[in-house]
Nanobody, 126 residues
Framework: QVQLVESGGGLVQAGGSLRLSCAAS????????MGWFRQAPGKEPEFVAT????????RYADSVKGRFTIARDNAKNTVWLQMNSLKPEDTAVYCC???????????????????WGQGTQVTVSS
């Protein structure tokens, strides 16, 4: 059974930084693209970032490009999201997700991900 456990969320002032972690188990982690999505209150979930199974390709939402960085360590079964220059509009529950199929590049589409963590709350105060 796949388990994805996020950590690192919290309350931070605008302009600050947070680093989210997602620890994976129950899958051959190095074979799966990983993604981060977020959902703000009253809004639909939205794509944030994705990284290929090899780790060589990354994609970001325009809203976070240049501020957020996704990275992975396949030896540690972990993916991270480094978030800098945080804005109040970044406030949301952040979830990591594993691609539905192995050995495929990550996409921006939520249905392409088959396993999800419970999420971690990020709150950015102005």
């Amino acid at each position: 059974q796949v388990q994805l456990v996020e950590s690192g969320g919290g309350l931070v002032q605008a302009g600050g930084s947070l680093r989210l972690s997602c620890a994976a188990s129950g899958l051959t982690f190095s074979h799966y693209a990983m993604g981060w999505f977020r959902q703000a209150p009253g809004k639909e979930p939205e794509f944030v970032a994705t990284i290929s199974w090899v780790g060589s390709t990354t994609r970001y939402a325009d809203s976070v490009k240049g501020r957020f960085t996704i990275a992975r360590d396949n030896a540690k079964n972990t993916v991270w999201l480094q978030m800098n220059s945080l804005k109040p509009e970044d406030t949301a529950v952040y979830c990591c997700a594993a691609a539905r199929f192995p050995l495929t590049d990550g996409t921006t589409s939520l249905p392409d991900y088959g396993s999800w963590g419970q999420g971690t709350q990020v709150t950015v105060s102005s």
